[in-house]
């Protein structure tokens, strides 16, 4: 922590706005975990941007005490990267939900992973359209009805993490909004230096609600949700049960916790990063930090040869409009 | 008097003439190199001193195939010992390498004018593929023009022989056998071209000699062979400001201007843009350039460009973007929210023919309405457009002197053909432009007030304050806000204030930009030929034209597109008549009716090829019959 950076408080994090999602919304949940978690990572507000795109959790920047920007739909990493860039000092959160993220704004958010630039990136996934009242969106599942799908849906939902991966991210995890352990998995992405892309599974209570309700339910939580930590092994159902590898199908499967070949966690095998995030029907959801294995950063890379190519060179104006080949002509003008 | 269709007769040839101003247009295949040529022709021309325009016409295609009338690149340049503001209206000499570039071009020749071509590519198959049914050179078809022809193509060979270079190597020396010889017809030094080849070549010193003996071979074919019809031309050097000059392309003088806006508002600067022809150029030069504490990003899309240009403002630097109508297009929605968060933000156009794809490579000026009207709702923002190369310098400072000192996106027009095009420019004494420098907003608010975002000052500019000022810490978005502290507000009354600032704020840039001055002629003429963009040298020298004929016209060129100077109504309705030249079907013409209730009346062109003078004289002939 920097020594300068003053203590703060979750209700110096909190702006004077009067928050206006639905009553009972996950996304209330999500912002008190935020506003609890910033005191706790020692960053001052003003150097802190809280960048969003269009969305119910789009409007999550009016409602913290630093600095925001509410931008247009899907391009949030876009005005991150130019924030970022511009000033790489700046602590920068990308607000985001599973259409904006994946649907309008699937381009930047693989583009935003893969160049790697240093933010935090929380997709509030609820697999619906919220602030358009209940359309389908990129991650509903298969049948889902709605609005513009009376008769169910038809196309295959993305897994938000599996394109995470694919597109070449170095963090991924999985928080629940209303779950004790959200503030942590916040804390390990804001510890992770590049982008970290975070999955916050969110309960719509208008438009889809309990979705997740066959994991988080506090009657099967413990059953189904595996909280992965690193070094320790990756074991659930009140530590009874763990996962293992099945070296003959390559795949993971569930045996009894004592198995010795229960699999420690170690977040940087990104093989089994991909095969814990696309768990099958009868396991558990895996949740925490699924993947991390740090890479150089996109604005150190571009502060670097930015400095490095401008090293040596003065920046003389006068001398860059006069290169190239000149001539000189002495002689008065006369009239044509 | 500039003549760009100055006609070399018979008598004046024979008598190593003086021509005052002569047309040459380069055409080949699209591999023979015939824009290096044009390139390397038109640096030796500046060098000798006169003034000039060139006219690069390449197909949109990389590498077309070989031979086709689709595959051809022409270069044209009209140099001349008196001002010179077109690249001129028709030819006096085509240099045609191949049959399409012959069948591409020669309508556009001058009637008397000089074709010589390659005989060496005349074959039966190239005339083929060109469409000849037999061969022009041999069956008089070409009567109404001076022909020579000989195989370029052998005596290029011949030339490199010493070099042991392979067949298809060795003919790539064909475009400088080529310069060679216009090098001797326009009496040019060789030795600008030798040095360039000797750098261009330096790890391949026997392509250097290859290329340089091609060049001398050329030159001293034109010194000793006697060539029918050939002759050679003096053209003097013309009158000029005395100073340093060099010559420069818009694209060129473009990222040069932006650096200096930047170095004047004292800003780093931060450069997002995505390729797209004609604009990829300022993108090229200025990510060469980070010594002048430029960040250059190639994002993702046209829209990611925009974007993070936006975000650094936001941050705190000078935020710029670039494209062509289609990228303009897509940036369109993030141009909304830069105009409403009220954020500094400079986004070059460089127009093109359009719609959709369109003429990627051919010049047009038909993104007016998009410049102007061209957003979902009322969103205003100031538009410039630059007249020339030279001029896109003076114009790019402007835009970044507007867009910081009013806090709102600025739109720069430029077009394909100003940022290809090449002219001589009087290097700038930059110690003679007043800076401008930027600052920020970093006051905190009194205990128990808030921070005003959207405060005015005299501008009605809005203060810009920079994320990681402590105090001062604020949230800004698209939504409505309210006035002042910027906190989302959709009552009636704070859409209606906020709407009527914006707009406010951006007539306001009125107050600093110079009365509208005409440019030739007088206020009150009875025909005033009103332009902006590219079409001001055509235009130009049209109406010098009229008035040598003692016409009473004026010629009005309008750089401050939106808002327009504060006199423009008054000035307008002074004219009798006005004509509005454009290369679309009327656009400002239509802002010209809307704006001042003018009978302003449209000639137009959508060709893809800038106007020829003559086609403007002709309408000042017709306006005041």
Redesign the interface.
């Known amino acids: 922590m920097n020594e300068m950076t003053k203590v703060t408080t979750a209700k110096d994090w909190a702006?004077d706005?009067e928050v206006r999602w639905c009553p009972g919304c996950g996304d209330y949940a999500v912002l008190k975990a935020v506003q609890r978690t910033m005191p706790d990572l020692g960053v001052?507000?003003?150097?802190t941007?809280f960048?969003s795109g269009i969305g119910c959790s789009s409007r999550f920047?009016?409602y913290?005490?630093?600095?925001?920007?509410?931008?247009?739909?899907g391009?949030a990493?876009?005005?991150?990267?130019?924030?970022?860039?511009?000033?790489p000092?700046?602590d920068v959160w990308v607000i985001t939900g599973d259409g904006d993220a994946l649907s309008i704004g699937g381009?930047?958010t693989?583009?935003v992973l893969r160049r790697n630039l240093d933010c935090q990136i929380l997709l509030f996934n609820n697999e619906i359209y919220g602030l358009t009242k209940g359309q389908y969106s990129p991650t509903s599942r298969v049948g889902t009805r709605s609005p513009s799908t009376p008769f169910g849906s038809v196309d295959r939902p993305v897994t938000p993490c599996m394109f995470a991966l694919g597109s070449g991210a170095r963090f991924i995890a999985r928080g629940i909004d209303v779950h004790k352990a959200l503030p942590d998995v916040l804390k390990a992405a804001h510890a992770h230096k590049g982008a970290s892309f975070v999955e916050i599974y969110q309960n719509c209570v208008v438009y889809n609600d309990d979705v997740f309700a066959s994991f988080t339910e506090r009657s099967v939580a413990q059953e189904k949700q595996l909280w992965l930590k690193p070094g320790e092994k990756m074991l659930f159902a009140g530590d009874t049960k763990g996962l293992a590898l099945d070296s003959e199908r390559l795949c993971l499967k569930i045996v009894e916790a004592d198995d010795p070949s229960v699999i420690v966690h170690d977040p940087k095998n990104r093989g089994v990063a991909a095969m814990l995030i696309e768990l099958p029907q009868g396991f558990p959801v895996a949740l925490g930090v699924i993947y991390e294995d740090p890479a150089p950063t996109f604005e150190s890379a571009?502060v670097e040869?930015?400095?490095a190519?401008?090293s040596g060179?003065?920046?003389d104006?006068?001398a860059?409009?006069?290169?190239?080949?000149?001539?000189?002509?002495?002689?008065?003008?006369?009239a044509? | 008097m500039a003549t760009a269709t100055h006609i070399i007769t018979e008598e004046e040839a024979a008598s190593h003439p003086q021509a005052e101003a002569v047309v040459v247009r380069f055409a080949g295949d699209s591999g023979d190199g015939m824009q290096l040529t044009g390139g390397q022709f038109t640096l030796s021309t500046a060098l000798a001193g006169n003034d000039l325009a060139t006219f690069p016409d390449f197909p949109a295609e990389i590498r077309a195939p070989q031979g086709t009338t689709f595959g051809v690149s022409a270069f044209q340049i009209n140099f001349g010992s008196t001002a010179i503001e077109t690249a001129g209206d028709q030819p006096d000499v085509l240099i045609a390498m191949n049959p399409a570039a012959l069948k591409v071009n020669v309508d556009q020749l001058r009637e008397g004018g000089l074709i010589i071509a390659d005989e060496g590519e005349f074959s039966a198959r190239n005339l083929a593929k060109a469409g000849y049914e037999q061969n022009p050179l041999e069956d008089g078809s070409l009567a109404k023009w001076q022909l020579v022809h000989f195989n370029i193509s052998q005596l290029t060979l011949d030339a490199v022989k010493p070099f042991g270079l392979g067949n298809k190597e060795a003919l790539r020396c064909k475009n400088m056998w080529t310069l060679g010889l216009a090098l001797w017809m326009f009496d040019r030094d060789r030795q600008p071209i030798v040095d360039w080849l000797n750098t261009k070549f330096a790890k391949a010193p026997e392509l250097a000699e290859a290329n340089i003996a091609a060049l001398n071979a050329g030159h001293a074919y034109g010194e000793t062979v006697e060539i029918g019809g050939v002759h050679r031309h003096h053209v003097a050097a013309a009158p000029a400001e005395p100073g340093l000059y060099r010559t420069v392309t818009g694209a060129e003088s473009l990222a040069l201007g932006l650096v200096a806006g930047a170095q004047l508002a004292g800003l780093k600067m931060f450069f997002g843009g995505y390729p797209i022809t004609p604009a990829s150029a300022l993108l090229h030069h200025l990510s060469r350039l980070k010594e002048f504490g430029i960040t250059t990003f190639q994002a993702e899309d046209e829209i990611a460009a925009i974007c993070s240009a936006i975000g650094a403002s936001y941050a705190g630097q000078l935020g710029i973007t670039s494209s062509s109508g289609p990228g303009i297009a897509l940036k369109t929605e993030a141009l909304g929210l830069a105009i409403m968060t009220e954020l500094p933000l400079v986004v070059v156009n460089s127009q093109r023919g359009g719609p959709s794809t369109g003429l990627p490579t051919k010049t047009e000026q038909s993104d007016l309405y998009q410049a102007v009207y061209g957003r979902n709702a009322d969103a205003p923002l100031p538009v410039i457009a630059a007249r020339s190369p030279a001029d896109a310098f003076e114009c790019a400072i402007e835009a970044v002197r507007i867009a910081t000192r009013y806090m709102t996106p600025v739109m720069l027009l430029t077009d394909g053909y100003i940022a290809n095009a090449a002219e001589p420019w009087r290097v700038p004494d930059m110690s003679g432009y007043e800076p401008f420098p930027v600052s920020f907003f970093d006051k905190a608010p009194a205990e128990g007030e808030s921070v005003m975002p959207f405060a005015r000052n005299g501008d009605l500019a809005r203060p810009w304050i920079k994320p990681g000022t402590e105090g001062l810490e604020h949230r800004i978005g698209g939504i409505e806000k309210q006035p002042g502290t910027g906190n989302i507000d959709y009552s009636p009354g704070a859409h209606q204030q906020m709407t009527d600032t914006r707009a406010a704020k951006v007539n306001k840039v009125a107050e600093s930009i110079p009365d509208q001055d005409v440019c030739l002629g007088n206020p009150g003429a009875k025909l005033a030929v009103v332009g902006w963009g590219s079409t001001f040298g055509p235009i130009h020298q049209a109406v010098r034209r009229a008035q040598g004929r003692g016409q009473d016209v004026a010629h009005v060129h309008i750089r401050h597109i939106w808002p327009m100077p504060k006199n423009m109504g008054e000035l307008l309705k002074s004219f009798d008549k006005i004509i509005v030249p454009e290369m679309n079907t009327g656009q400002l013409k239509t802002v010209l009716r809307d704006q001042f209730l003018v009978d302003a009346r449209p000639l137009n062109k959508v060709s893809g090829h800038p106007f020829r003078i003559a086609e403007i004289e002709a309408a000042i002939e017709e306006a005041l019959a």
């Open positions: 702006s706005q001052a507000r003003e150097k941007v960048v920047p009016y913290m005490a630093s600095y925001g920007f509410h931008t247009i739909h391009r990493p876009a005005f991150a990267t130019g924030i970022k860039l511009a000033n000092e700046l381009n930047h693989m583009h571009v040869q930015n400095a190519a401008a060179k003065k920046a104006l006068q860059l409009v006069s290169k190239g080949q000149t001539w000189q002509v002495d002689k008065e003008p006369h044509i």
